[in-house]
T-cell receptor, first 114, second 111 residues
Framework: NAGVTQTPKFQVLKTGQSMTLQCAQD?????MYWYRQDPGMGLRLIYY???????DKGEVPNGYNVSRLNKREFSLRLESAAPSQTSVYFC?????????????FGSGTRLTVV | LAKTTQPISMDSYEGQEVNITCSHN???????ITWYQQFPSQGPRFIIQ?????VTNEVASLFIPADRKSSTLSLPRVSLSDTAVYYC????????????WGLGTSLAVNP
């Protein structure tokens, strides 16, 4: 029972490089989310996908793109990394309907852009 | 969307009961109250969720008064491993993409 799996766990990029953060869930959840967490700030939503085939912007989408490849997978892409994107990134999923809609989070990707 | 207010930090000792209160004056009729726990270098973990009155599971209890304008997370007999940040969120499946994660309550359990 893996829950939400994120890869990689750590990454260092040079300014201008691109990369894709991978996320997969095995709970048959409908909704998936990408958050970033910075010191002194709460979790901020980057993008979300309410269901397979749909994506929408969250609070801080600039500089990112996402793909909901199928019901299990939701990837986050940085096309041209900037130092301001240094952060810890969390993927989450949830059932998307009714009570007990609590999120299940992955263990995070710690990204440093130099 | 209902905004929540909770203490920035709390201190406790092993074996004590810890109560963390969250206020949410603008909670909507169909909103649920959910608490999460986050350890350093990990993602938040769902602890408990409730709508009204009292909910208890193997980890914690959640007390919600009749007006639902506040809630209290109760952790019985805390241990050092309960040192973490605790977040209170209010929302429902229709608006959870707009949930606002504040800074939470940083709980330090001392020996």
């Amino acid at each position: 029972n893996a829950g939400v799996t994120q890869t990689p766990k750590f990454q260092v990029l040079k300014t201008g490089q691109s990369m894709t953060l991978q996320c997969a869930q095995d709970m048959n959840h409908n909704s998936m989310y990408w958050y970033r967490q910075d010191p002194g700030m709460g979790l901020r939503l980057i993008y979300y996908s309410a269901s397979e085939g749909t994506t929408d912007k969250g609070e801080v989408p600039n500089g990112y793109n996402v793909s909901r490849l199928n019901k299990r997978e939701f990837s986050l892409r940085l096309e041209s990394a900037a130092p301001s994107q240094t952060s810890v990134y969390f993927c989450a999923s949830e059932r998307g309907a009714g009570p007990n809609y609590g999120y299940t989070f992955g263990s995070g990707t710690r990204l440093t852009v130099v | 969307l209902a905004k929540t207010t909770q203490p920035i930090s709390m201190d406790s000792y092993e074996g004590q009961e810890v109560n963390i209160t969250c206020s949410h004056n603008n909670i909507a009729t169909n909103d649920y109250i959910t608490w999460y726990q986050q350890f350093p270098s990990q993602g938040p973990r769902f602890i408990i969720q409730g709508y009204k009155t009292k909910v208890t599971n193997e980890v914690a209890s959640l007390f919600i008064p009749a007006d639902r304008k506040s809630s209290t997370l109760s952790l019985p007999r805390v241990s050092l491993s309960d040192t973490a940040v605790y977040y209170c969120l209010v929302g429902n499946a229709g608006n959870n993409r707009k949930l606002i994660w504040g800074l939470g309550t940083s709980l330090a359990v001392n020996p």
